[in-house]
Structure formats: C-alpha cells, structure tokens
C-alpha cells in the first residue's frame, strides 16, 4: 500500500468520527450493566459512578433467577422470533422479487398496502386477531406449543410489510443481466430466484431476519394479551412483570434489561457473518 | 451455522404441535378439557405486595383441594384491562375473576357474564358470610353485588419528619386545619424545601380527589355535578382554585409541571421535599426506598425508615381531616360460565371461598381497610415502622368515602386531570375546566 | 427495464399469495375492523362499540378542530425532518466512512447496533437521569463549570428538542445496518475497474458507491417519514402525555393516549386511520423525489 500522507489524515478523522459514535453507543450499554450491580436506591442518586465497595451487589441478578424461570421464558422467546425472523424472510423475499420484476395492473396498489401495512398500530389489530385466535383454538389454551405459535403469527404478518419495503430495495439495486443469463441457460423463475437471487442479496436477508427477530422478541404487546399461563411467557413478557408497577425497582430493571439484550446481541453477531464484504463477488463470478 | 439448524428444527416442532393441535380439535374447550382445572385472573402479580401471598395461598388450595389452578394473574394496568374486557367480549374469561368493582366492572356486568353473590347465596348459603355487606360496593350498572372484596386502599398525607424538623414545623396530626397548612408551608419554603412534592403534569389524581373533597362531605363527596352552579360544581371549581393558589404560591416543585411523578417521589424520600399526598400502596414504595436492595425487606434501614410518617389530610371546609378517601375496590367474580359448569360451580366457589377467609383477607389487607366483620387481631411486630404508623392512622379514621374520580371516568376527565398544568398557569380557568369536563361526563351517561 | 423472463404472470401468484395471505388474515382484516370501530362509539379497549356515531363521521370532524392534534402534527412534520437528516444523513455518512476503512468495521457495525436493543423504557430512565432537574448529569456538568442554578431542561422551552435527541440517536444504527447491507450488496469489481482508472476515493463515492445505494438510501427515508409519524416508546417514557403543557405530542403518542388514556377507543382509531393516509402519503412523495433525481 502507497499510503500518501493526506490519506492518513483522512483515516485519523474518519476513526476519531467513528470512535465518538461508538462511544455513545457503548455507554448506555456499559450504563445499565453498571447499575444492574447496584441497589435500588443508588440508582437514582448515583446513577453515573461505578458500583464499587458498598455500592455494588448481586442481589437483583438473584432476585430474577430465583423468582423466574429464565430458562425456559428464553427457550420461548428464541422460539417464537427464529420462527418469525424465518418465515418472515422466505416470504417476504418471494414477494419483493416479484413485486420488483414483475409488471402488472395493481403493483401501486399494493406497493401502498404494503406501506399502510407497516403503519398500522399493533393496539388497532389485537382484538379481531385474538378473536379469530381464540376461535380457531390457538389462543388462551393452555398448549404450551399453540400459546407459542398465537404470537408468531400476528407477529409474522406484522413484521412483513418492513420486510417488503427494505427486500424491495435491496432487489433493486441488482443489476438484471444475470437473471437474463440465468434464463438464457434455461432457469425458471423459481430457480432465478433461489440460484440468483438469494445468494446475491443473502447479506439483505440477514438483515432483515435480526431485524424481524429483534421485534418480534421486544413486542411486549402482542405477549401481554397473547401469553397468559407462567410458563408460557417469553422473556420480554417475564421480565417485565418483575419491574411493572409503582415504586419502580432501577436496579432490577437494569438486571431485566441486560438479560433481555444478551441473546438479540449473539444473534446479531452471528447474523452478522453473513453480512460480509466480498461474498457477493464470488457469487457473481459463479 | 448451526443457531440456523436449531432454528429450523424448533420450526419444524411447532408446524407439528399446530397439526396436532388441529386434530384435537374436536374435543370441547382445550382449557375445559379436565375438569379439575380452574382458570383464575387477578392481580397480584409483579410487584403487588401480595403478590407472593397470592402464589403461597394457590398452591395450598391446590394442594388441599387436588384441584389445578391455571393462573394468568397480571400487573394491573391498561393493557390488562383491555384483555380481560376483550376476554369477556370473546368468550374466553377466566372462571374467577380478581378485578375492579368500578365502572370498569360495568360492561361484562352489563352482559350478564358474572354471577352476583347473591344468586351464588342461594345455593351457597355461607358464601362470604363473614364479610359486612354494607360495606361490599354494589356495580354501578344494577346496584347488585357481585365482586367479594379482599383489602383496600386509602389515601393520606405522608410526611418526611427531618424536613419538617429542619423547617421547624411539627408533624400534623387529627385537627390540622388549612391555614395550619399554609402556614407550615410557607415556613418550609422559607427552609428552602419544596413543602408539597407533587408531579402536576403527570399525576394530579390525588390532589384533584382531596382538594375537591375539601368542599363536600363524605355523604355528598360522590355526586357528580350536574353543572358548575349546581351541586357539587361550586365544590370542584374551589378545589381547582385551592391548587391554582397553592402553586401560585410557589409550594409544588419548581419543576411540577415536567418532572415525573418518580422524580417528586424521589425528592420526598430523599428529603428534599416535606408532604405527599399519595395512596396506601406507598408504603410499600416508601419502604423499598429505604432498603439497600428494595427485593428484601432484612435490609432495611430503620433509622431513615422512622422518619416518615402518615397522617391526615389537611382539610378546607365541612369535612373532618379524619375523614378519608378510601374503601375496597376490587373483589373476586365468578363467572357465569364457571357457574353454569356443573365440573367448575364448585369449585370456583370454594377458591373464592378459601382466598376470603377471615386470615386470608387479614393477611392481604394489611394496613388498608377490609370488610369483615370480626378482623382478626392483627401481630403488630411483624411490621414495620411505616406501616404501624398507617395501622394507627386507620384506627382514628371517621369515614372512608370511595374517589369521585373512579366514577368520573375516561374523557371526561381530560380538561381537569391532563389540564391541570394549563388550570394553575391560567391558561384556562378552573371554572371552564370544571364546565368543560361536566359537559363530557353528561355526554358519556347520556348514552 | 422488463425483461422477458417476467413475462409469465402465473407464477406472480406463487410469489405473492403467502405473504399477503399472511397479511390479509392478520393486518388488513383487522384494520378494516378499526376503521369501522372509527364510525363507532367505544368506551374501552375491548368493549363492544355502542353504536354509531352521531353524525358517524363526528370523530373526523373532531379532528379536524383538535388543537393537541394540530400540534401533534407540527411536530411530526418537524420529527420528519430530524429522521431524515439526523437519522439517515448521520447513518449515510457512518456507513461510507465504516465501509471505507481497513480494521475494525466489524467492531464498529457491532457496537452501532447496541442502542436499538435496549428497551425504550430503559433509554427513557436513562436519558431522564441525564437530563433531571435536581441533579442529573447535564446539570451536575454544568454546574462543574461554574453555572449557578439549575436549567429545567424538560420544561416549555426545551422539553421538544431533548426529546428529539434521544429518538434519533437511538435509530442512527437501524439506517446504519441497512445501509452498510446495501454497500455490501457492491459488487467489489466496480471499484476495482474504478481504482485501475485512477479514480480517487471520493470519486468512487461519488460516482460507483452513490448511485448503487440510492434505492437502498429511498428505502430508508421511507421508513424514517413513517417511522416518525408512529414513534412512540421513547417519546413516551420522557414525555407522557405531552408534557409539558401538551407542548410534545406526536401522532404516535397521542394515538395512544385516546386509546389507552382518555378511553376514546373510537378516536384513536380515527387518528390511526389518518397516520395510515399520511404515511402512504408521504411516501409517495419520497418515492417521486428519488425517482426524479439526476444521478
């Protein structure tokens, strides 16, 4: 590399840019694990030092293992948003492909329903789909499984439309020659997109299953109304009725929140695998 | 590589459960499918103080009984609310029901989905016999009673005694007038204290209630005007103005109208500011400020925890500083079709039946106020100070009266509540606030 | 732009049925329902409607005199503009500059992400304690440097831009992995012709990096205009019921408060009727704007 001198100025201010962002990022994260290690009362009056000597304790961890059954409220949620985050994504990908390359009469249409349908508000939609839930047998039943899927479900249809929007641009971008090549060989449509398609945009698909999965696992609301019994509650659920109600307990919320946080950050990481320089070449050679 | 496989394969799992789901269909009510199951919603759950005494009873009833109780308690808030109200909509309630007996009781009342207590009397004839039924609150639709109540609520006026002692101002006791107040305050704000620590912008609820009973008396406390010339109207537009005057005064916190209702809080427990009005929920809160780690009560600190107490609230007119807001407002339904199910009537009436005893209800209520009729004594040793402070106070009470604001429901209270910043800024006047309110709840009850 | 594979419309179907099917049964279905419960009379979340409206369309006409939704409405418009620029501009600009640099892109990516995991009720606690009155971090700083009296940094006149800040802040890395997404969908031959050409670094941004990203780059103005009009979580833990003074309503949480607040069932559904048509609206528009660009 023939690094000339105002280039490695560059480099300097891009990371000194780059680092003051990560710094804001980091602290809130760094803020919460700090105060998950203090009691109550400290919080709100020592909220920004470190919880050393007297400061720090263990009890709000203890307090959620023992009064809880993490384990198995985790094993839900994991459940629940790897079946959305899949689904979501297979579906999604067929109809952005098809709303990109295909021409027909109502594609503006339905380019707008797709919009509204991101827009609607999860409180405007519960009751008519706990109602048909609830008729079809899946809702308020005691089946651990069927509990489960009653929140994948609605959770699917909401996390679609983002899916759509973001899919739809991603598809875009790719240049349509190699599909023409791909069809020239004699591909399907079928076979277009799972051999061209999908390889060349697998990092937009990762992307959009963390992005899938992280709502589905933070959607408290569609949890609240749909998961009733104890051990059918997922972890967002869980926690939170550790730390609702008047008299909030700080401490235990920040405890709460790391452990809620811990897996969507391993399941970023290794989504993230996929979302790497350089794949994308290879694919278009082969 | 391998999160992938395990997610394809819990994928895979639930497609079976849903087909095989589907294939049980055919039986009756997958919750209903055993007949000794009981399906129970109430509150205790979260951070309710009873809710461990909640867990504790259940697990003994099913014990004692052999009978399974699905329990699908909740925290108490708006959420919660919709899904039992969308639950009764659908068909899907619980067999026992733990919940308000105010106007939020009033549609699956109105639907006839519960059973009064006395219909269940009728072949119960000892169901809730040990309850005082003057003091069991009747719906608001039918003037039946269907909901057997457990504790209650009260509101008082907490105060935290170092600033007052700092202030030099002495702790308030039964025959605290108004001008008593005002003058303690102005000494206390002289202290450089906040006197009153109140979140004006977020929660009013409890000075709007006690500034308004200032003006009426525990027997018309619960008319709702009709107009603000009538009945109690003058009552509401004076309560206004009382904290229109107070704030003018300078004695909520400078940041009353955008702090939250915890930052108030937590100048009254960390001694900045001197009297709460607040329910009898706060002792608990107030106890857990006191403790190092707030999830166990061996932590606490005594000495901090001495210098709070409870008392009466000030009064500003007919009523007695004795006389208090409070009363039960909750109680456990039965659902109609819990009763109509020969597998469940009984059942369900015993759960109610054993979660109501004598001891049960001494033991949840506390402090707070019951129905019983002969209350157990009560092993003051196992409280703490706070808490024998508030049992001392309930001793001297002459009335509890039950919160205009539970019957003042909804919209209606938007221009009083919500509007109270733009009432004590003068933006808008308590008297078009009052009018503007009243005209709302005339449009509510009219249909 | 058609090619003639796409000729065969049988297979649309194959593409499009699931998705929507999906759809239809779980969010147009039931929002038909509200726009029905709209025309209705409803006291509670839950409840049965009690009949029609008198006239049906009164909620509408309401809306139209509401001054708190008028001020909800300014302040999306404004809320808008700050998810444009500050949201998408700040994630652009982070996203070349990661994409442009040797070691640490990953460290970088991973980290961005952090703010958009945590829960907005503990954001709310936090940025609450940073700008309490008696003595959050701002306050307790400032006074460090020799600033007497405290600033109520919630109150009228400051109470909308603190509780700007923090929403975008807070979805910089949502755009951010979008975006570096999109980069990473570049074949690598494009800059490698570009660079044997002798294109400088900011020509190949320029030139090759822009232009490819452009729909990716629509795609998020699209979800940042109708993220603001339902933002939500974070603005309500700091502000509830747009406080102070009801100077910081936003659609979002004004939809809510009707609903979950006032118990006005049937109004917040009339509002969230008009956040669907904004919503729809407003991106039409950025779809058009980008259309039209030179690039």
Redesign the interface.
């Known amino acids: 590399m023939k690094n000339k001198k105002p280039v490695s100025i560059w480099n300097g201010l891009i990371y000194v840019v780059l680092s003051f962002w990560a710094l804001t990022t980091i602290y809130p994260i760094f803020w919460i694990v700090m105060n998950s290690f203090k009691a109550k009362n400290e919080i709100l009056a020592n909220s920004f030092s470190l919880p050393l000597g007297d400061q720090f304790t263990l009890s709000n961890y203890k307090t959620a293992f023992e009064r809880l059954n993490i384990f198995s409220a985790y094993r839900n949620s994991l459940i629940i948003s790897c079946t959305v985050a899949l689904v979501v994504v297979l579906l999604a990908g067929l109809a952005s492909f098809a709303l990109v390359r295909y021409r027909f009469r109502l594609k503006k249409f339905i380019y707008s329903l797709v919009i509204a349908g991101m827009m609607f508000p999860v409180f405007s939609t519960i009751i008519p789909v706990f109602r048909m839930l609830n008729v079809m047998h899946i809702a308020n039943t005691s089946n651990l499984w069927m509990s489960l899927l009653s929140v994948a479900l609605p959770q699917i249809a909401g996390n679609m439309s983002f899916a759509i929007v973001v899919l739809t641009g991603y598809i875009k971008s790719l240049p349509i020659e190699l599909e023409e090549a791909a069809y020239l060989e004699g591909c399907s449509a079928y076979q277009i997109f799972f051999k061209v398609v999908v390889p060349l945009t697998k990092p937009s698909f990762a992307t959009v299953a963390i992005f899938s999965f992280l709502w589905s696992y933070n959607d408290l609301f569609t949890q609240m109304f749909l998961l009733r019994l104890p051990e059918q509650r997922a972890i967002t659920r869980l926690l939170n009725e550790l730390t609702a109600m008047e008299g909030t307990n700080y401490g235990l919320m920040a405890a709460a929140v790391a452990l809620v946080v811990i897996p969507v950050i391993i399941v970023y990481i290794i989504l993230q695998k996929y979302i790497i320089k350089g794949m994308t070449a290879g694919a278009v050679k082969g | 590589m391998k999160k992938r496989v395990v997610c394809v394969l819990l994928a895979g799992a639930m497609v079976c459960s849903l087909l095989a789901g589907c294939g049980k269909k055919t039986g009756s009510d997958s919750t209903a499918g055993d007949d000794k199951t009981l399906s129970v919603t109430t509150t205790f759950a979260g951070e309710d103080g009873n809710a461990q005494n909640y867990k504790d009873a259940v697990a003994a009833f099913e014990k004692q009984e052999g009978v399974k109780i699905n329990d699908s308690s909740a925290t108490s808030d708006e959420t919660f609310k919709a899904r039992v109200e969308t639950d009764f909509q659908a068909g899907s309630e619980p067999d026992v029901l733990f919940f308000f007996n105010g106007a939020d009781a009033n549609s699956f009342i109105e639907e006839g989905k519960v059973v009064s207590i006395d219909e269940i009397r009728e072949e119960y004839p000892d169901y809730a016999s040990n309850m005082n039924d003057d003091l069991i609150a009747p719906s608001l639709v039918d003037d039946k009673k269907y909901a057997v109540p457990v504790n209650g609520y009260w509101e008082g006026m907490f105060c935290n005694t170092e600033v007052l002692a700092a202030a030099n101002v002495e702790v308030p006791g039964a025959d605290y007038t108004w001008d008593q107040f005002l003058a303690d305050c102005e000494k206390i704000k002289a202290a450089g204290y906040s006197p009153i620590a109140a979140s004006l912008g977020e929660i009013p609820h409890y000075w709007w209630e006690y500034s308004i009973f200032n003006h009426t008396t525990p027997e018309t406390h619960l008319e709702i005007p009709t107009s603000v010339d009538e009945g109690n109207g003058p009552a509401w537009v004076a309560g206004m103005e009382d904290i229109k005057a107070l704030y003018e005064k300078g004695y909520f916190p400078e940041n009353t109208l955008s702090a939250k209702d915890d930052e108030t809080f937590a100048l009254f427990t960390g001694g900045k500011a001197a009297f709460l009005i607040d329910g009898s929920w706060k002792v608990g809160g107030i106890a857990a400020a006191c403790q190092s780690d707030a999830e166990d009560p061996s932590t606490l600190d005594k000495d901090k925890l001495d210098k709070f107490t409870v008392t009466y609230v000030p009064t500003n007119g007919e009523r007695k500083a004795t006389d208090l807001i409070g009363g039960l407002s909750m109680g456990y339904y039965i659902s109609k079709k819990a009763w109509d199910d020969d597998a469940k009537r009984d059942a369900a009436v015993k759960f109610v039946e054993y979660m109501t005893t004598d001891d049960m209800v001494a033991k949840f209520a506390q402090h707070t106020a019951s129905a019983l009729k002969a209350a157990p004594e009560v092993d003051e040793t196992q409280f703490n100070s706070l808490q024998v402070k508030a049992i001392d106070m309930m001793a001297g009470v002459t009335s509890l009266t039950g919160a205009a604001q539970d019957l003042f429901n909804g919209e209606c209270r938007i221009s009083t509540f919500d509007g109270m910043p733009q009432i004590v800024t003068g933006e808008v006047s308590a008297k078009d606030a009052v009018a503007e309110g009243l005209a709302t709840y005339a449009d509510q009850t009219a249909e | 732009?058609?090619?003639?594979?796409?000729k065969?419309?049988r297979?649309?179907l194959?593409?499009?049925v699931?998705?929507?099917l999906?759809?239809a049964?779980?969010?147009?279905?039931?929002?038909l329902?509200?726009i029905w419960?709209s025309f209705q009379?409803i006291?509670?979340?839950?409840?049965?409607g009690?009949g029609w409206n008198e006239p049906w369309y009164s909620n509408y006409v309401k809306m139209a005199g509401d001054k708190n939704l008028r001020t909800a409405l300014f302040n999306t418009l404004i809320m808008m503009a700050v998810t444009i620029v500050g949201q998408v501009g700040?994630a652009v600009?982070?996203a070349l500059?990661?994409d442009?640099?040797k070691r640490?892109g990953?460290?970088?990516?991973?980290?961005?992400?952090?703010?958009?995991?945590?829960?907005a009720?503990?954001?709310g606690?936090?940025f609450?304690?940073i700008f309490?009155?008696?003595k959050g971090?701002v306050n307790q700083f400032l006074e460090m440097l020799g600033k007497t009296g405290l600033t109520?940094w919630?109150?009228?006149a400051h109470?909308l831009i603190i509780m700007m800040i923090p929403v975008m802040?807070q979805y910089?890395?949502?755009y951010f992995?979008?975006l570096?997404?999109?980069?990473?969908?570049?074949?690598?031959?494009l800059y490698e012709v570009a660079a044997i050409d002798g294109a400088t670094?900011w020509q190949r941004v320029r030139y090759i990096t822009l232009p490819?990203?452009?729909?990716?780059i629509?795609?998020c103005v699209?979800?940042a205009v109708?993220g603001a009009?339902?933002v939500f979580d974070l603005p309500w833990v700091m502000f509830?019921?747009?406080?102070?003074?009801?100077k910081t309503w936003l659609t979002?949480t004004y939809?809510?408060y009707q609903?979950?607040?006032?118990?006005?069932v049937d109004y917040?559904?009339a509002i969230?009727v008009l956040?669907?048509v904004l919503?729809?609206v407003t991106?039409?528009i950025v779809n058009k704007v980008f259309k039209e660009a030179e690039y």
């Open positions: 732009m058609e090619s003639s594979i796409y065969k419309k297979n649309l194959v593409f499009l699931p998705a929507f999906f759809m049964v779980f969010l147009y279905y039931p929002f329902k509200n419960n009379n006291s509670s979340l839950g409840a049965a009690k700040i600009v982070l500059m990661v442009n640099i640490g990953k460290f970088f990516r991973t980290v961005y992400f952090f703010p958009i995991v945590i829960s009720t503990a954001l606690l936090m609450n304690l309490l009155y008696d971090m109520d919630k109150d009228s109470a802040w910089v890395g949502f992995v979008i570096i997404t999109g980069l990473n969908n570049i074949p690598e031959d670094r490819l990203l452009r729909n990716v629509c795609t699209v979800l109708t009009l339902k509830p019921k747009g406080m102070p003074l009801g979002g939809m809510y609903a979950f607040n006032t118990k006005n917040s559904s969230a956040i669907v919503g729809i991106s039409k």
